[in-house]
């Protein structure tokens, strides 16, 4: 499959972003204000794996389905995140049980925004607002 260029980080924008460049969740929250132009509402306890009750609790949706320019959650351990979990945005839905996501600091290249393939299933769930 080819590959499309990635989104191009926003490196020196910072405003509302408060979580750590190059973390994935600096990228959700990134990559989700550049498609929709709202920044995610939670400031603290904001692991990647505390996105859903995040997003329950400031009433976004959350459900199994993808939709693209969601937030894709996976829960530690799920298709290899790691303790802390893992998120990154839906860029297209493939069909299958399967989306194409971009995210940061995943594999080898942690700093650097990739396209990965993820899975719908136990421990996978997309958060988006309305």
């Given amino acids: 499959m080819a590959q499309e260029p990635p989104?191009?980080?926003i490196?020196?924008?910072t405003s509302g972003n408060v979580?750590?460049?190059g973390q994935c969740t600096w990228w959700a929250n990134q990559r989700y204000f550049q498609l929709h132009g709202l920044y995610v509402p939670w400031r603290t306890q904001?692991?990647?794996w505390q996105w859903v009750a995040r997003a329950y609790e400031f009433h976004w949706h959350v459900s199994?389905?993808?939709v693209p320019g969601a937030i894709i959650v996976l829960q530690p351990g799920v298709e290899g995140a790691y303790a802390l979990g893992h998120v990154a945005v839906v860029e297209k839905v493939l069909g299958q049980g399967r989306?194409?996501?971009s995210t940061m600091n995943w594999g080898?290249?942690?700093w650097k925004v990739q396209y990965v393939v993820y899975s719908v299933g136990p421990g996978v769930a997309f958060i988006y607002s309305d």
Avoid: E, I, K
């Fill in 7 to 9: 989104p191009t980080p």
């Fill in 11 to 13: 490196v020196g924008v």
């Fill in 19 to 21: 979580f750590p460049y």
């Fill in 46 to 48: 904001a692991d990647a």
């Fill in 64 to 66: 199994h389905d993808p």
């Fill in 99 to 101: 989306v194409l996501a």
């Fill in 108 to 110: 080898a290249a942690p």
